[in-house]
């Protein structure tokens, strides 16, 4: 099967300091992928530089097996992007704006574009910036999907939307992937919104990879153990520890199991996503960047091929 | 491409355009009254005389009073014309793209930001060399009692009688586009160009202009008196003019020591050695033109040229 968005060893460095390291993930053909990492973990850079709009300094991108920088006229019709904080040509009307599309896109959906518009209630005489931010940013979605890409990315489209507009939002954006087999790419710095929406998970933090995978798979192979301080070097020897936190006699471990979980002594919880997310930052904290990502991408289920 | 920039400069675009029709009208209007007075007054018909007198017996001076003054504010219009060109459609180009982070949008469209690039550029130079050309073709209709009186090769006159107007237009945009593609900040781009545009149009224009041929000096002795052994044609530019000094230069900063009866005894007194008269003959007009629209157009490639390079480095 091919990836939809294929990362090999991506780095990118902005004069002395490095936005992204070795950065190697693959999001498969058809799937809505979150991309979560903290403020400043190159979720951006890795987005720009998926689409094209960076070069890498080192390594390779490729949207459905070609590069993006070196062949743009056949990736772009196939990439659909909105930027962060959505940006619009705020003096262009909503119609100008459907008409810079099919004017500058060979595959334009002008039909989609101007169902979505009326579904929204957002009228096409009006200026772009006369809007509401939930709006324009509806907009920025309609402008891509309209596009009919292949592959969408967005970066944190929820940020500066409301509880609403972000519900709105991602409804149009669900609407549009149940329609067509889009892939796509969210990146946001909390999972909890993109939890409902998304399938596979990419956990980005201090310019590394420290977690790709399905959802559903990693919610499985993660679990929460409470138990005896003395037995966690058993537990090490087959399972990986993400996080651990002790008290006097008992430790509490985040593991990914790397096979059957045959722990009498312990007390095995389920873990959220969320759980999940956090284990994997605080670990980028308190461990040199080297060990983590790589190392347990060799033994883990979140290898990346 | 061609729909979306239009649609991005329209509010720019009228009002240059007005601005234009503006200063057209009042060209035409002024224009057609100086043609008129021209006639009228027999100038014309003296001045196509096979040796028409000197100023033809004060109606050239009467007309030159009457209307010279016009042409200083022309002059000075067309002087500064490019440079707002080049400030509130050439800096705001690129750079507003940047400033309001819209090339994330458009460079994610179906085509290259290469592709891009070229048609905005192709888009806003073409619209410069139209708006060139067309005030040239007027200024020098509008120009031509006055050339036929003074001609066309002066200091001023220059600027709007050639190809010049066209390359400075040019010029100013292309400066603009790269200033603003280079700085990504649409206010400190405007003002930059500015100040890059002074920075190479002034020194051209006085400093290398009467100089890309060598100019031609006349010399004569104290004792031939202050009037040039030469008649300068209506079409030649007077360069310069002033003493010769002891030591063979030539100067306008004179200081006299003793008391004589005239300034030219006095100089002579001081060692000075007589007048000189510097000029460019009118047949180097073309030339000269030519020479400096070649400067003006080779800086604004070398601008545009840097212009897509810094679009297709991808430093976003």
């Known amino acids: ?305 | 491409m061609i729909w979306v920039t239009w649609r991005q400069n329209r509010t720019e675009s009228f009002f240059i355009l007005g601005l234009l029709a503006l200063g057209g009208i009042f060209l035409l209007l002024t224009g057609l009254s100086m043609t008129n007075t021209f006639q009228q007054s027999g100038l014309s018909a003296c001045l196509t005389r096979p040796n028409p007198l000197t100023n033809c017996g004060g109606l050239g001076g009467a007309f030159l009073d009457h209307y010279g003054s016009l042409v200083n504010y022309i002059g000075v219009a067309v002087l500064i014309l490019p440079v707002l060109l080049g400030a509130l459609v050439g800096a705001p180009l690129v750079a507003r793209e940047f400033e309001q982070h819209t090339h994330l949008l458009v460079w994610l469209q179906s085509i290259t930001r290469t592709r891009w690039l070229i048609m905005k550029l192709a888009l806003v130079l073409g619209m410069g060399l139209l708006v060139g050309g067309a005030l040239m073709a007027l200024l020098i209709w509008w120009y031509s009692p006055f050339a036929q009186l003074s001609g066309s090769f002066n200091q001023l006159a220059f600027d709007f009688s050639g190809p010049v107007l066209i390359a400075s237009t040019i010029l100013a945009l292309a400066l603009g586009i790269f200033v603003g593609t280079l700085t990504r900040r649409t206010v400190f781009a405007i003002f930059l160009t500015i100040a890059v545009l002074v920075a190479i149009r002034l020194p051209v224009e006085i400093g290398l202009r009467p100089n890309y041929q060598p100019q031609i000096t006349v010399t004569w002795s104290f004792a031939q008196g202050d009037k040039p052994p030469v008649t300068l044609k209506a079409g030649d530019w007077n360069v310069g003019q002033g003493f010769i000094d002891a030591q063979g230069n030539k100067t306008n900063d004179v200081h006299v020591s003793g008391p004589q009866e005239t300034l030219a005894q006095s100089l002579q007194a001081d060692g000075y050695r007589g007048y000189y008269l510097s000029y460019q003959p009118a047949d180097r007009f073309w030339t000269f033109q030519w020479i400096e629209t070649s400067i003006y157009l080779i800086i604004s490639l070398l601008a545009l040229g840097a212009t897509v390079l810094l679009v297709r480095r991808r430093m976003v």
């Open chain 1, 1 to 305: 099967m091919i990836n939809a968005l294929e990362t090999t060893q991506l780095s990118k460095r902005y004069g002395r300091h490095w936005a992204l390291q070795d950065c190697t993930l693959a999001l498969p053909a058809g799937r809505v992928g979150a991309l979560v990492g903290p403020n400043g973990a190159g979720k951006t850079t890795l987005l720009k530089t998926s689409v094209g709009l960076l070069t890498p300094t080192e390594g390779h991108v490729q949207v459905f097996g070609r590069s993006p920088v070196k062949h743009p006229t056949e990736a772009l019709p196939r990439l659909g992007f909105v930027a962060q904080d959505c940006p619009l040509y705020k003096d262009f009307s909503v119609a100008d704006l459907l008409t810079l599309g099919r004017k500058l896109n060979p595959r334009w959906d002008d039909h989609l574009a101007r169902a979505r518009m009326q579904k929204l209630g957002i009228p096409l005489d009006r200026r772009a910036g006369k809007l509401s931010g939930g709006q324009q940013a509806q907009i920025a979605l309609v402008l891509a999907l309209a596009k009919r890409p292949d592959l969408l990315l967005l970066d944190e489209p929820l940020a500066s939307l409301d509880p609403l507009a972000r519900r709105e939002f991602l409804r149009t954006l669900l609407d549009a992937t149940v329609e067509v087999g889009l892939t796509v790419l969210l990146s946001s710095h909390i999972i909890g919104d993109l939890e409902r929406v998304c399938d596979y998970l990419i956990v980005l933090s201090a310019s590394h990879v420290q977690l790709a995978g399905d959802i559903q798979e990693t919610l499985q192979a993660h679990k929460r153990l409470i138990g005896p301080r003395q037995d966690v070097e058993a537990i090490a020897r087959t399972h990986t520890i993400i996080e651990t936190s002790h008290t006097e006699r008992q430790s509490t471990l985040l593991v990914r199991t790397n096979g059957p979980l045959s722990a009498p002594s312990w007390d095995v919880q389920e873990v959220s996503l969320e759980d999940i997310v956090l284990a994997y930052l605080g670990q980028q904290e308190t461990e040199l960047p080297s060990s983590s990502p790589l190392a347990q991408k060799q033994n883990g289920m979140e290898v990346v091929q």
